[in-house]
């Protein structure tokens, strides 16, 4: 059976980037855990509907939630949801990696985020070449935890055209499809590499 993990990035009390504007006249406010949580949300839905083994991480501190996801046997992935945040001119969509099965798994997610997303391709990046607050991004999640694990920044919060994607009525069930998308080719890419490592052995034997 096809079993992953799923997470919404942050938590209650540390809920990462916030954003306020006005539009219309009127002041909007976003912030990335209550967005993460509500892709998460359609994103559970989707995958269940469609006959995967879903866990859902506790929206507690991050140790807390790698301890959770390590906790269950048998994992094929795990993922967490952000949003990103940085200059006004910064945009799109990127996937974040640590391991060499991670990377495919990654480059998965974008597979089938620019496939259905209207936004900027950042492409897939290793951790620890992304520099925050100057320093590189050295990320617990994708070190901690056990199976394969991808961080997706769905887009900036702070970037304009960015956010206004969010505003449409079916914004998280789109970006919920496309994680749906890149979770499917990534199954995909594992069940080729059987049949590969298959064919190995039979030529072998």
Known sequence: MRRLAISAGHYLERPGAKVSFKQNGKRITLIEHELACQVIEELYLILVADGYSVFETPRTPLSEKVR????LPALDLALEVHFNAGPPGAEGTETIYFSEEGEKLAWAMMSGLMARLPFANRGAKKDETILRNGEPFISYFLRRTYPPAVLVEVCFLTNPGDRSFLLSRSAFYEI???????IDEYYLTLEKDEVKEWTRLSSLS
């Open 68 to 71: 959770f996801i390590n906790s």
């Open 176 to 182: 919920a499809s496309a994680l749906k998308q890149g």
